[in-house]
């Protein structure tokens, strides 16, 4: 096993426990002082705004999948590495989610990284782990106390301004939640959307998720096969809506709408910004299925 996987392994436990783990380091950049705003990295979007939430005005948040750049497609430049090295934390969602942190970073980062699947049940799939851990509300919550506990180890002094900066957001989440909860109560389970996304979302919210591309990765294409099976589903279940994404060519769900005679709607999977909060998108999510179920 080599160094990186090593560091993630044992930070990843330490957070689970409640542990601090710092990585030792020589590097001057890396030495906490209380007039800087710490530089934090966060691997794709909704974690970039967790961040933000939590850190506020001590911290300098930076994205680094760029924008409107797919987070499954994206590959870190040298520029890029040179980025990450540079920061005090990394944040990550974990889950298999950044296959590229293994190894990266060869040993060589000096800061922490923060891996915010702690303490969340993570699915285990036929082709490993399913990362969206982040489209369940309750999951995002977890995700945000993490980001405040790691901060809060590694700014001691600012400790009451993240906790605090957190519970509010996570007030946030939890009305977020509840509305999810009592927007669908009553209505249809089964929806078909584009891939195998909504997996913690359905299983919190006691719905069924049928996908067009029966993967965790969006890259896979569907085949002939997997699109009339979809089909035959739909009519049997009496769907008129098929979703799509924000990020996808919705060629695929268009020809299911239209063998069906239904629709298409989008169910984001929050992968990049487009525009809106967490919290506004998954509003938005919600008023696409209960159009859809409802």
């Given at each position: 096993m080599n160094q990186s996987v090593k560091l993630v392994l044992v930070i990843v436990a330490a957070v689970a426990l409640g542990i601090a783990v710092v990585t030792s380091s020589a590097d001057p950049q890396h030495v906490r002082n209380d007039a800087d705003r710490l530089n934090i990295v966060s691997s794709f979007y909704p974690l970039h705004e967790f961040v933000g939430r939590v850190g506020g005005d001590r911290v300098d948040a930076a994205l680094l999948v760029p924008a409107g750049v797919e987070p499954h497609d994206w590959e870190p430049t040298v520029r890029e590495v040179q980025q990450l090295q540079a920061s005090d934390m990394i944040v990550i969602n974990g889950a298999g989610f950044e296959r590229w942190v293994d190894g990266l970073l060869d040993g060589k980062y000096g800061g922490m990284i923060a891996d915010t699947s702690a303490g969340i049940s993570v699915r285990e799939e036929g082709s490993g782990s399913d990362p969206h851990i982040w489209l369940s509300p309750p999951n995002a919550m977890i995700q945000v106390?993490?980001?405040?506990?790691?901060?809060?180890?590694?700014?001691?002094?600012?400790?009451?301004?993240?906790?605090?900066?957190?519970?509010?957001?996570?007030?946030?989440?939890?009305?977020?939640?509840?509305?999810?909860?009592?927007?669908?109560?009553?209505?249809?389970?089964?929806?078909?959307?584009?891939?195998?996304?909504?997996?913690?979302?359905?299983?919190?919210?006691?719905?069924?998720?049928?996908?067009?591309?029966?993967?965790?990765?969006?890259?896979?294409?569907?085949?002939?096969?997997?699109?009339?099976?979809?089909?035959?589903?739909?009519?049997?279940?009496?769907?008129?809506?098929?979703?799509?994404?924000?990020?996808?060519?919705?060629?695929?769900?268009?020809?299911?709408?239209?063998?069906?005679?239904?629709?298409?709607?989008?169910?984001?999977?929050?992968?990049?910004?487009?525009?809106?909060?967490?919290?506004?998108?998954m509003n938005e999510n919600l008023e696409n299925l209960r159009e859809a179920l409802c």
């Open positions: 106390q993490n980001i405040a506990d790691m901060l809060s180890l590694l700014d001691p002094p600012n400790k009451a301004y993240y906790q605090s900066n957190a519970e509010k957001y996570v007030a946030e989440l939890a009305e977020l939640d509840s509305g999810i909860r009592e927007g669908l109560s009553g209505c249809s389970s089964d929806f078909v959307s584009f891939h195998d996304a909504f997996s913690y979302f359905a299983d919190e919210y006691g719905l069924t998720q049928h996908s067009i591309i029966q993967s965790t990765d969006p890259r896979i294409e569907a085949t002939a096969r997997t699109i009339q099976d979809v089909i035959l589903l739909a009519r049997d279940l009496g769907m008129d809506v098929v979703f799509s994404e924000d990020t996808a060519n919705s060629r695929t769900s268009e020809i299911i709408a239209d063998e069906i005679g239904g629709t298409v709607l989008v169910l984001s999977p929050l992968e990049i910004n487009t525009g809106g909060t967490y919290v506004s998108v």
